[in-house]
C-alpha cells in the first residue's frame, strides 16, 4: 500500500516571499485552504494509499509542503538543508518525524542547500536532479554516491519552476510528465536521452501546476485547470484526477508539494522491484 506523509494547513499562509508565486499582498484563505487540502488527502485514500501525518507548527507555514522534507530511498531519508532561512526551521520537525518512524537519516554537507523530494526525483533507477534555484548540483552527486545511483543533474533556468517538482514528474520508470521551457537545451536532452516516453505540458496548464501530481498506482491527482494534460494521461492508460489547490499555488505549491511519499514513489525503479 502508498504510504504518503501530509501536514495539517492549521498554520499555513503566504508569511514571507521566496519564490515569485508568493506575494503577502495575495495572502491564502485558511477555511478553503483546509478544504483544499482535506480533498487532496480525500482523493489520496480514494487510491487506497495510507496518509500519515506530520503535526503542523507554528511559525512555519511551508511546514504543509512536505515533499522538501526529505529524499526517500528505501528506509533511508536524505534530510533538507533549505536554502531560505524561512524555511531552515522545518528540519528538526521533519527529522524528529522520520526518525521516530524508523528511517536512517543522512544529510548533505552544511554549505550545501537540498530541498528533498522537490528536486530530487527517480524515474527508473536514475535520479533527476533539479539545480541553481534551490539545491546545489554538488548536493545531488554526494547523494549519488550515498545511495550508489546514477544522478542527472538538469538546471532549473525559469524562476517560476523553482522545483524540479513543478516542473517534471515521473509516472513510471521510463515515462514522465514535464514542461520544456524550465528547462535549457541540455536538460531537455538529459530528459529525452533518458526517458522514452515524455509527456509535455503547455505554458498555461504548467502554470496551474499540471507537473505537480502525485502518483498513486495508476491514479494521477493534479490541481484544476490541466484538461490537456489529463486526456494525455488518459490515452496513455492512466487515470487522471482533479482537485482545487488554488490557496496552495498563493506558495509556490500544489498536489505533489503537498505529500512525500514514504515508501518509494511509483517511477522508482527500486519501489518497482520491491
Ligand atoms: N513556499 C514554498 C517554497 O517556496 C513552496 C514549496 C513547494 N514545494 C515543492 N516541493 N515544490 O519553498
Known amino acids: 500500500m502508498a504510504r504518503i506523509l501530509m501536514c495539517p494547513p492549521e ?13 503577502r499582498q495575495r495572502q491564502s484563505d485558511p477555511d478553503l485552504a483546509r478544504e483544499q487540502w482535506n480533498g487532496l488527502h480525500a482523493h489520496l485514500r480514494l487510491a487506497s494509499a495510507e496518509i ?19 529524499l526517500i530511498y528505501r528506509r533511508t531519508a536524505v534530510l533538507a538543508n533549505f536554502r531560505h532561512p524561512e524555511r531552515q526551521g522545518e528540519i528538526p520537525y521533519d527529522e524528529a518525524w522520520l526518525t521516530a518512524d524508523g528511517f536512517k537519516i543522512e544529510r548533505v554537507p552544511e554549505d550545501l542547500h537540498f530541498e528533498g523530494a522537490g528536486d530530487a ?57 514535464y514542461y520544456p521551457a524550465a528547462f535549457d537545451d541540455y536538460g531537455r ?11 509535455p505540458v503547455e505554458d498555461q496548464e504548467a502554470r496551474s501546476f499540471a507537473c505537480n501530481a502525485v502518483v498513486v498506482g495508476r491514479t494521477v491527482v493534479t490541481n484544476t485547470g490541466c484538461p490537456r494534460l489529463h486526456a494525455a494521461l488518459s490515452a496513455a492508460g492512466f487515470t487522471p484526477r482533479s482537485t482545487p489547490l488554488s490557496e496552495f499555488v498563493k506558495a509556490g505549491g500544489s498536489a505533489k508539494c503537498l505529500t512525500l511519499r514514504l515508501d518509494g514513489e511509483e517511477a522508482a525503479g527500486w519501489k518497482s522491484r520491491a
Open 121 to 177: 526525483l527517480f524515474c527508473g533507477d536514475t535520479l533527476f536532479a533539479g539545480y541553481r534555484i534551490r539545491s546545489h548540483a554538488l548536493g545531488h552527486q554526494g547523494i549519488g554516491r550515498l545511495l550508489g545511483c546514477r544522478v542527472i543533474p538538469v538546471e532549473l533556468v525559469d524562476p517560476y519552476y523553482y522545483h524540479l517538482d513543478t516542473c517534471f514528474c515521473p509516472l513510471a520508470p521510463g515515462v514522465a510528465i
Open 52 to 70: 500519515a501525518l506530520l503535526p503542523p507548527a507554528k511559525g512555519l507555514p511551508d511546514l504543509v509542503f512536505t515533499a522538501n522534507a526529505a
Open 11 to 23: 498554520f499555513y499562509g503566504i508569511e514571507y516571499e521566496i519564490n515569485p508565486w508568493m506575494s
Open 189 to 199: 536532452a538529459a530528459l529525452a536521452a533518458h526517458i522514452g516516453t515524455l509527456i
